[in-house]
């Protein structure tokens, strides 16, 4: 079946940091691939999604690629603030015995210091 | 739009109570999804709902556990008796058919349960 592995945490940074989370992927067809983010207290919300091969998504400054031959979606960021703190997770949506079913990865916390 | 509404927020009971959580998805969304999420095993998918119709309820732990959408606008998660490790975040989320597979799923805030 589908499934999603991303890097354990935490992940600690000093403001201003170059971040990346990676994130491999196994699915057959053609999944779409998304981040999410949560907020201590919050439920996930979405920061970005890449729906085919060499797709790149982008918000916040967040970027990832969709990159098929290397089944993978890695999270960047050029510079973080101390608001990126957060849990980020890795996702694929694909088809399931024809319904649409989406997988989590066990999420990433990232811990941004001044 | 208010997104998914989830009550309670907050729940604390007894080892051996029944517990149900609520869930109102946004409107228009066909599909209705409950995780739990607990620092051991992350986020972890109970069941979810097409059409208000169960699609798959492999994730649901055991028979105390059950789930029902009697409509499309409201779904219930129902633990019965609970135990001390139910303790978790329970979330609902729901997610639009109209946009396929790139559709995102949208969270609630969750339900914290304390069983003690």
């Known amino acids: 079946g589908d499934s999603v592995t991303q890097m354990e945490g935490p992940v600690t940074l000093s403001e201003e940091a170059f971040l990346t989370i990676n994130c491999t992927y196994t699915a057959t067809g053609y999944p779409s691939l998304f981040w999410y983010v949560q907020y201590p207290g919050e439920g996930l919300q979405l920061l970005l999604k890449?729906?085919?091969?060499?797709d790149k998504g982008s918000n916040k400054g967040f970027e990832a690629t969709y990159r098929k031959e290397t089944t993978s979606f890695h999270l960047e960021k050029g510079s973080v603030q101390v608001s990126d703190s957060a849990v980020y997770f890795c996702?694929?949506?694909?088809?399931?015995?024809?319904?649409?079913?989406?997988?989590f990865g066990i999420g990433t916390k990232l811990q941004v210091i001044p | 739009d208010a997104g998914v509404i989830q009550s309670p927020r907050h729940e604390v009971t007894e080892m051996g109570q029944e517990v149900t959580l609520r869930c109102k998805p946004i409107s228009g969304h066909d599909y209705l999804f409950w995780y739990r999420q607990t620092m051991m095993r992350g986020l972890e998918l109970l069941i979810y709902f097409n059409n208000n119709v169960p699609i798959d309820d492999s994730g649901m732990p055991e028979d105390r556990f059950s789930a029902k959408m009697p409509n499309a606008s409201f779904s219930t998660l129902k633990i019965q008796p609970s135990e001390p490790r139910d303790s978790a975040v329970y979330f609902c989320?729901?997610?639009?058919?109209?946009?396929?597979?790139?559709?995102?799923?949208?969270f609630g805030n969750g339900t914290r349960l304390t069983v003690t």
């Open positions: 996702a694929l949506s694909g088809n399931s015995g024809g319904y649409q079913k989406v997988t």
């Open positions: 989320a729901s997610r639009p058919l109209g946009q396929g597979l790139n559709s995102p799923l949208h």
């Open positions: 890449a729906t085919k091969a060499d």
